[in-house]
């Protein structure tokens, strides 16, 4: 079975081939500098894009594999949640094909296919913990098959993947700023007491950040010199070693806090979910390194495997929701061409119509 993916929900376009669970081969244009001069991604200016470069990927990703849009046999597509011109770029796309080609078409949960992503690389057993920290959710998931997800807990607040990006942020640093508070915060000290670790002490699953964007934002109001007079990636031979290191032990504590939030709120699911098999984590923020280390950590003293998908899967890419489309057709799952795209903030329908 032949199964093309494409992933369109937000900044990045992704189109991928999964031929029976293994992939094929992958096209991804990332959109991070189109939408890094405003600070955030301008979902106008996204969905132009995406409808630019879908018809060019998709062309060169059949030519190079020398296959042809006829041998696909499920067209798998991201309809949510996301951003709500980018998906509908996707789902018509997904849709013209699907007319054109007589395939099945499939409408993936963009945030299972996050979590699902890592069966690419290694058999997933469930039940399983999920963990999907992302620049858009946080979201903790029991999964019992990649049809059964059940929400255990959410954030209320800012993502995960906000609170770096706002970090980021506060102190001039580029945007999307995840992965550079990540690798500045390699080469500091973590202070344990700097931030407080905001929300734990409560009986329920939820995250909030709100607490922690506040005290990192009054942090830099009282070291004022840790921002950057021009946006950009602090060089220590030019603004000084000192500067510098205060900044990388602030960004170091900042990483150790968030990682020991999702720390408490994950120790509390396997407490309260026995026989959980393997504990998945995924989503953009599960690149960050202190996560892994982290989650590794939290999984080995359960005696459970951690699933991490390598970084590449980690981030928005088409693999994963071909592969998600892969699973679904395989339980003789299919969407009809009423297919609907759906927003941040909407919960995504289980609509699909099975054949078994
Ligand atoms: O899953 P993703 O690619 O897109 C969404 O669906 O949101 O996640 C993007 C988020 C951004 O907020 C980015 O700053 C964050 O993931 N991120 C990281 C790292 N790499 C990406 N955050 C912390 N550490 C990283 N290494
Ligand atoms: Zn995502």
Redesign the pocket.
């Known amino acids: 079975m032949l199964c093309l993916g494409i992933e369109s929900?937000?900044d990045?376009t992704g189109l991928a081939l999964v031929r029976d669970g293994k992939l094929l081969a992958e096209k991804l244009a990332s959109q991070v500098d189109v939408h890094a001069v405003f600070g955030g991604v301008v979902p106008e200016i996204a969905s132009r894009e995406h409808l630019r470069v879908l018809p060019v990927l998709l062309t060169e990703l059949l030519k190079e594999q020398q296959l042809t849009i006829q041998d696909v046999d499920v067209v798998s597509v991201a309809r949510g949640p996301g951003l709500q011109g980018c998906l509908l770029m996707g789902l018509n796309f997904a849709k013209g094909l699907v007319l054109s080609t007589g395939a099945r078409l499939i409408g993936v949960n963009?945030l299972w296919a996050?979590l699902t992503a890592a069966g690419l690389e290694q058999k997933l057993v469930f039940p399983s913990l999920g963990l999907l920290v992302?620049?858009?959710?946080t979201h903790i998931y029991l999964i019992e098959s990649p049809l059964k997800f059940t929400l255990l807990g959410r954030t209320l607040d800012d993502?995960a993947?906000?609170a770096?990006?706002k970090t980021a942020k506060s102190l001039n640093l580029p945007y999307?700023?995840?992965?550079l508070?990540?690798d500045l915060g390699k080469l500091g000290t973590v202070d344990k007491k700097l931030f407080p670790v905001p929300y734990v002490n409560n009986d329920n699953l939820d995250f909030s950040f709100s607490g922690l964007k506040t005290a990192v934002a009054t942090y830099v109001n009282s070291n004022p010199q840790l921002r950057m007079d021009i946006m950009g990636i602090p060089d220590p031979s030019v603004e000084g070693i000192e500067l510098s290191s205060q900044r990388n032990d602030m960004l170091a504590s900042f990483n150790y806090t968030v990682a020991r939030k999702l720390q408490i709120k994950i120790e509390r699911a396997l407490e309260r979910n026995h026989g959980i098999k393997s504990l998945i984590v995924a989503?953009?923020?599960a690149?960050?390194?202190v996560?892994r280390r982290v989650m590794s950590r939290v999984a080995g003293r359960s005696s459970i495997p951690l699933v991490l998908p390598s970084l590449h899967l980690?981030?928005?890419n088409g693999a994963m929701i071909a592969y998600a489309g892969y699973l679904m057709a395989e339980a003789g799952c299919r969407h009809n061409l009423d297919l609907e795209a759906i927003p941040r903030g909407r919960v995504v329908p289980s609509d699909w119509i099975c054949d078994n």
Request: proline residues 3%; aromatic residues 4%.
């Open positions: 929900s937000c990045e963009h996050h992302s620049g858009g959710h993502a993947g906000e770096f990006d999307p700023g995840g992965k508070v990540d989503g953009g923020v690149a960050n390194s996560v980690c981030t928005d």
